[in-house]
């Protein structure tokens, strides 16, 4: 079925066609079954042919699917939209689907690309922004307009300054505008409007986009004669022009311009008015010049002439230059082929079929504007930034092998200017408690940090880190220093409270003079060369306690502590509950509370209810958590207004031990613990203790968890650190019952299955005995502990004539953790001490060897045990066939099998961070870093870190910082080492 072109009444004779082929392109598009479109709309109201188009390389078995406004689009809804078909165009795999559109105004869209599983659509990956399609007035019933999009994502790396560390603070300064559009044309017989859209997130004031490129419309690569955009939608610059179907195929360049303020200013009434932007010359606007010689007597003519003028791409250039790429002049207007105007090799992206065979239209013709529309021409800018890479080039499609009828309208949706420069900037990383003044008490406390921002801007760094400063007192002694085992993941640590401020959000009212000698006093006392944790957490939480006692109440009748508690109350009323019940069970294993073991909202309402008799602790623990919040806060407003980031942590785990896990143990493993494998710090692993994450519960709430826990977070914080990000591909899981690190496994993972053994010759009844349980011989117990201890530990420890190697583990004793906790009595003599710890350290050995760990949960999931080879049980086996068998799976296990899961994993769960707030994100991906894991963070546009002491390459003593990528937080030292100084 034939779809004819119909014609713009305000521009075209009855039944004049646009040019080209009648309706071929249509033709081929809406009747054909590829597309879904099964009639031609009726006459009787208009609607538009739109031609979606945009490259991208999918996978096997994916596919890109493009949703929008209206029904027809799917009305935002992947399942309902449009499904793309593909086809090469040389190196490039372009999606493509013709839809029919009633016209209005404009269509939002945006694509993803899904595949199917079991006939359920899956969202693999979305565009990072969305998309508008403004439709022209003017525009006739079964017009057609290309849309040529280019696939935008987190993955360029000048996104991150769409985040709330540049837009709110760093670049704070520069205004961001929504809602503009840009002046239209409006389409004409015989040729196409042209829309350009780029966007560019590093503009500063002054400084504006443009378009250059080989046609005159565009100046012909002048400097002062390239068509000037609008800034639309902050970061989206867009503008118009006309272009005869004879002029296509094209090359163009995005340039940034910085212009004068009497320019600007120019430009800005220019566009208002509403006419052309002209330099002030003091005579009328003369037509466009003539295009120099070098634009269409060939590349050798051109290339000498750039050359002669010394210009670079991307570098600024004089200010009457022509600023023509090298070889462009090979792609100038090209000769009209046969119906569509372009020769078909152009179309396909030939540089050869560019070549100016013709001189280009009359100048007057080419700056003519549309009804309504205006071109505005860059003038007086004091220099220009060309974007690099190669000339981009807008010519007319082809569908399939088939010419392609002219559209009304091209849109090219550009992505971003091409920079090779991108932002860089230095910062400073402390502990809040290490940021001691003259002030604090006893640790740095987050009024402190207000001299460090002072210091970092007077300095030129734009940012701050801190550890983090949630609430660690699980304890309640020097344990809870440590600043990684999250009681709260809500909860403000109380060590930061500056006490000398807790009443300044009380007008007229000062510190009582009692107390504030008492403070002094605890300053000057507590002032050592190192912290006194204990001291300084009982000094300050007793005179907290008198503040408040003394005026602090006061502050619980005022309207912002209201407000904030309003805010606040989901996580601090359970906060304050846990608190009082840690105190009163003398413990904060909540397991062990009894009835409180599990909360109701009917015990929280009970135990922090203003009728209780402890209801003043209640009350001081909320207002302690007001200030800290407080202070915080005004630390961070301060830094901000200093154009300085301030840069949290977010801890990998929470403490077992801790509100969250009380209030919601569904969303942990609590028989579980967090970890990392061994490594050259440490052979035997890390076990860290943190139960890790239910992640399969916290996706069927659609991560609600960690919306709140990274809303709250944004409060104070511009950009924030993910604490061992390896965490979100897989984590490093180990059974609750051992106390090393070194009997975990991956999770998720694809484990070993006994099919897998079997078919590798591992076979009969006593093999997975042999592999799954401790290997313990007499050699060995001798060899461990000697002879005579060896005879004592062998009766004690195990039970002789079982298991593997003739001696079993008895049950008291098989687990890591019996093991660990084997002690001597208090005042045993030194020889005792000894022994003590040479037997400890000999059986954790013994129970550590063995070569497969069979899953607590599913016996039937085995898991090779990390470095399996170094074991002795491995250098005994005496069959070599299943030496080799073994070696290969823990090697297929580690480094190979699990990829293509843990990218999954990762691309669910970072993604869920990631849109719960606007923060900067830096991932600490340090350690044994799976292979699947960089090109994520690069994906999704998260920031590495690297330190140069800590190679990231076997057989290196340091990292050379030259060779690191852009996205990247470079670091001679961090937390796990010692600092620069002590170095």
């Not at 826990?709 to 944004?714: D, I």
């Amino acid at each position: 079925m034939s779809a004819p072109m119909a014609a713009n009444e305000s521009s075209r004779l009855p039944g004049q066609q646009r040019g080209g082929p009648a309706g071929g392109f249509v033709a081929d598009l809406v009747s054909g079954p590829s597309y879904g479109i099964t009639q031609i709309p009726s006459n009787k109201e208009k609607r538009i042919n739109v031609h979606f188009r945009i490259p991208f390389m999918t996978k096997w078995g994916q596919s890109i699917v493009v949703t929008g406004t209206g029904a027809l689009l799917g009305n935002m809804n992947y399942a309902k939209g449009v499904a793309l078909k593909c086809h090469h165009e040389k190196d490039a795999l372009v999606w493509e689907a013709l839809v029919c559109l009633p016209w209005q105004h404009y269509y939002k869209y945006r694509y993803a690309v899904v595949s199917y599983e079991d006939g359920q659509q899956v969202i693999e990956k979305e565009e990072l922004l969305e998309h508008t399609l403004l439709l022209h007035e003017g525009l006739s019933h079964g017009d057609v307009v290309e849309v040529m999009d280019t696939w935008c994502d987190r993955s360029y790396p000048g996104s991150i300054l769409s985040t709330s560390a540049f837009t709110k603070v760093i670049r704070q300064h520069k205004q961001i505008k929504s809602g503009g559009e840009a002046p239209q044309q409006q389409p004409a017989v015989g040729e196409a409007v042209v829309r350009f859209q780029v966007m560019d997130w590093m503009l500063e004031d002054g400084q504006v986009v443009s378009v250059t490129g080989s046609i005159p419309q565009l100046g012909m690569w002048q400097q002062d004669q390239m068509l000037l955009l609008t800034e639309t939608d902050t970061p989206c610059w867009e503008g118009e022009i006309r272009v005869p179907y004879s002029t296509f195929a094209f090359t163009y360049k995005y340039a940034v311009n910085t212009r004068s303020q009497a320019a600007s200013a120019a430009a800005a009434q220019a566009a208002t008015a509403g006419r052309r932007v002209r330099q002030p010359s003091g005579s009328p606007a003369s037509p466009t010049p003539a295009p120099p010689a070098a634009a269409v007597n060939g590349p050798a003519v051109l290339n000498g002439q750039l050359g002669r003028l010394g210009i670079t791409a991307n570098g600024p250039v004089s200010s009457s230059s022509s600023i023509m790429p090298a070889g462009a002049a090979a792609l100038g207007p090209g000769r009209p082929g046969p119906g569509s105007g372009i020769p078909q090799e152009a179309a396909a992206g030939s540089p050869a079929a560019y070549v100016a065979a013709m001189p280009p239209s009359p100048p007057q013709q080419q700056q003519q504007s549309g009804p309504g529309g205006i071109t505005a021409i860059m003038r007086n800018a004091t220099s220009t930034l060309l974007e690099i890479g190669e000339p981009r080039v807008c010519s007319l499609p082809l569908a399939g092998a088939a010419s392609m009828g002219a559209p009304a309208v091209v849109v090219r949706h550009d992505g971003f200017v091409r920079r090779d420069r991108l932002w860089r900037g230095a910062g400073l990383a402390l502990p809040v408690f290490s940021a001691r003044t003259f002030q604090s008490v006893g640790n740095g406390e987050f009024l402190d940090l207000l001299p460090v921002v002072d210091l970092a801007d007077t300095s030129g760094m734009r940012l701050i880190q801190v550890l983090p400063v949630n609430d660690t007192c699980v304890y309640n002694m020097w344990w809870d220093s440590y600043p990684y085992s999250s009681l709260s993941v809500h909860a403000l640590h109380p060590q930061y409270i500056a006490l000398r401020a807790a009443l300044d959000d009380l007008p007229g009212i000062s510190m009582p003079a009692d107390i504030a000698a008492e403070i002094e006093e605890a300053r000057v006392k507590l002032d050592g060369p190192v912290v006194n944790y204990e001291a300084t957490m009982a000094t300050k939480l007793r005179l907290a306690r008198r503040i408040f006692e003394a005026a602090g109440h006061k502050s619980l009748q005022t309207q912002e502590y209201r407000e904030w508690f309003v805010a606040s109350e989901s996580w601090l009323v359970p906060y304050a509950a846990f608190c009082f019940l840690r105190d009163l069970f003398g413990t904060a294993e909540h397991w062990n509370w009894g009835v409180m073991a599990t909360p109701t909202q009917e015990l929280l309402e009970r135990l922090t209810s203003p009728e209780q008799e402890w209801h003043n602790n209640i009350w001081c623990c909320y207002w302690l958590q007001y200030q800290l919040h407080r202070q915080l806060k005004q630390v961070s407003e301060y830094a901000a207004s200093r154009r300085v980031v301030l840069k949290g942590d977010l801890p990998i785990g929470v403490d077992k031990r801790s509100v969250d896990t009380w209030m919601e143990p569904h969303l942990f493993r609590m028989d579980k613990s967090t970890g990392s494998p061994p490594d050259f710090f440490d052979p035997n692993g890390q076990n860290w203790g943190f139960p890790t994450y239910n992640w399969e519960a916290m996706e069927e709430d659609g991560y609600a968890w960690w919306k709140r826990r990274l809303g709250h977070l944004s409060q104070y914080f511009h950009a924030y650190r993910i604490d061992h990000i390896l965490g979100f591909c897989r984590i490093w899981e180990i059974p609750g019952n051992c106390a090393t690190g070194l009997l975990g496994y991956f999770r998720p993972s694809i484990p070993l299955t006994v099919k897998e053994l079997e078919s590798r010759g591992m076979t009969g009844a006593d093999t997975l005995t042999r592999l799954t349980e401790p290997y313990v011989t007499k050699a060995l117990l001798n060899k461990l502990f000697g002879p005579q201890l060896a005879a004592e530990v062998a009766a004690r420890y195990f039970i002789e004539g079982e298991g593997p190697g003739g001696f079993r583990f008895r049950p008291e004793y098989f687990s890591e953790k019996a093991l660990w906790d084997l002690k001597a009595r208090p005042n045993s003599p030194d020889w005792l001490l000894e022994e003590v710890a040479i037997t400890r350290k000999g059986l954790l050995t013994l129970r550590q060897n063995l070569l497969i760990i069979r899953d607590p949960d599913n016996p039937e999931r085995l898991y090779p045990r990390f470095a399996l080879t170094s074991s002795t049980s491995y250098k005994e086996l005496p069959d070599a066939g299943w030496k080799a068998a073994l070696s290969q799976l823990h090697d297929d296990y580690f480094y190979r099998r699990q990829d293509a899961l843990w990218r999954s994993h990762a691309l669910k769960t970072l993604p869920a961070l990631m849109a719960a707030s606007d923060m900067l994100i830096c991932g600490e991906d340090l350690g044994f870093v799976p292979a699947c894991l960089p090109p994520v963070m690069q994906e999704l546009g998260l920031i590495g870190l690297r330190i140069q002491r800590m190679p990231s390459n076997g057989g290196e003593e340091f990292n050379n910082p030259a060779t690191y990528p852009y996205l990247s937080v470079a670091s001679p030292s961090c937390h796990d080492v010692s600092p620069l100084r002590a170095w």
